[in-house]
């Protein structure tokens, strides 16, 4: 455990200390992101557009995570465990990419559809079995969604075959 602390605190120095904009605490055996983290990275939050919490063992993420990073463009969450995410997400202005991928999650994140500038959303994987097509579809900036190995109920499986702007998967990736 000591191990995968210090893990952390290195790559939380070398972003503050080199100015990184991106943060990788990927395969660090975190839980939850570090409130510690928080207070280190109070002076470079504003500049950081890229986290990566990859294959983890998140079962949640904050509220103040996406009230702290406001400037995020990608969140990589995916091989975690989560099963929601708090419903700050939506506040999230500049956010293009979220990869939820591998988690928990048995309900589509419909705060996510508030994003705006959201291009992607992976949630391949997962245990989702509806989709908010309707909210999806008045998205303006979605591209792709990601929704590949998830128990799809009939009805949506149905809607999927209909003509979106963007793209959906559920057999390759975007």
């Known amino acids: 455990m000591a191990e995968a602390v210090a ?21 660090c055996q975190l839980i939850s992101f570090p409130d510690g983290v928080f207070k280190v990275l109070r002076t ?21 995570f996406f009230s702290t990073f406001t400037q995020l463009r990608e969140l990589d969450l995916q091989g975690n465990v989560l099963t929601k995410l708090p419903d700050t997400v939506g506040e999230m202005e500049h956010l293009t990419s979220i990869n939820l991928a591998n988690n928990s999650f048995s309900v589509f994140p419909d705060k996510l559809t508030e994003i705006a500038t959201l291009e992607k959303i992976d949630l391949e994987g997962n245990s989702v079995t509806e989709i908010p097509l309707e909210k999806l579809s008045t998205m303006p900036a979605l591209k792709c969604l990601n929704v590949k190995s998830n128990p799809l109920d009939s009805n949506t499986q149905s809607a999927l075959k209909c003509p979106y702007k963007f793209d959906i998967l559920s057999t390759s990736k975007c």
């Not at 503050?16 to 991106?22: A, N, Q, R, S, T």
């Not at 919490?53 to 509220?63: F, Q, T, V, W």
């Open 7 to 27: 893990n952390v605190a290195r790559r939380i120095n070398a972003t503050v200390e080199e100015g990184k904009d991106i943060l990788d605490l990927s395969n």
């Open 44 to 64: 470079v939050s504003e500049n950081i557009r890229v986290i990566t919490l990859a294959d983890n063992e998140m079962k949640a993420i904050s509220s103040k």
